[in-house]
């Protein structure tokens, strides 16, 4: 049972349009929550976080958004750039797992020219 | 370079032979990790260890061996594995598992013949 899920296998966008991938999760025990960009052929990097305290999280054109009662995030990135094609792993962790990440499937995101 | 270098980066197997991954991280951390990608599935953790004892072992079958030797080097033994077993093994190090994260190797690639 997937306690982590991204539900959008892949998603294509428009070069400069707004890219928004998303993310559930069921345990509401996670207090923590990563998004991880993976390029073929290399590890996944880190990218963006957000602690359950907060609902947002900006970081130049990337901004996480938490909403806790819904057990829902999502990754905005605007504008979408043709180098920001990659998957997006979502990740979750909680205090009580010594920090150890879950991850979801994976979304295959490609931005076209 | 990511400060996590795993070696090989490709490796063909057949399923009577014994082979070993290595990590090596130069950053310092105090907790490694082995996680499991196979195609269209979520990051599945595998092992973990902190300060060199392992403190995970997700339900993992016995023919993949961990060993940590010391807090910069984790290896994973390989022995008659399966053809199922195919997939890009990832390896992980974090300070203190903490909110930073992990910081990714860029994985050993197996196929099993």
């Known amino acids: 049972d997937q306690q982590v899920k991204q539900n959008s296998p892949s998603l294509s966008v428009q070069e400069g349009r707004i890219s928004i991938l998303n993310c559930d999760y069921t345990?509401?025990?996670?207090?923590?929550f990563l998004w991880y960009k993976k390029y073929p052929a290399e590890g996944p990097t880190f990218l963006i976080s957000?602690?359950?305290?907060?609902d947002k999280n900006e970081d130049g054109r990337f901004t996480v958004f938490l909403n806790k009662s819904a057990k829902h995030l999502s990754l905005h990135i605007v504008p979408s750039q043709p180098g920001d094609s990659a998957v997006y792993f979502c990740?979750?962790?909680?205090?009580?797992?010594?920090?150890?990440?879950?991850f979801g499937s994976g979304t295959q995101l490609t931005v076209l020219p | 370079e990511t400060g996590v270098t795993q070696t090989p980066r490709h490796l063909v197997m057949g399923m009577t032979n014994k082979k070993s991954l290595k990590c090596e991280q130069h950053?310092?951390?105090?907790?490694m990790y082995w996680y499991k990608q196979s195609a269209k599935k979520p990051l599945e953790l595998m092992f973990v260890?902190?300060?060199?004892?392992?403190?995970e072992n997700n339900s993992v079958p016995s023919r993949f061996s961990p060993e940590c030797p010391n807090s910069s080097h984790l290896f994973l033994h390989l022995h008659t594995l399966q053809p199922e077993d195919s997939a890009l093994y990832l390896c992980?190090?974090?300070?203190?598992?903490?909110?930073?994260?992990?910081?990714f190797g860029s994985g050993t690639r197996l196929t099993v013949v």
């Open positions: 992980a190090s974090s300070q203190d598992a903490g909110n930073y994260g992990y910081t």
């Open positions: 345990n509401s025990m996670f207090d923590y």
């Open positions: 957000i602690s359950s305290i907060k």
């Open positions: 990740a979750a962790s909680s205090s009580g797992s010594a920090r150890q990440l879950t």
């Open positions: 950053l310092g951390h105090n907790a």
């Open positions: 260890y902190s300060l060199e004892e392992r403190v």
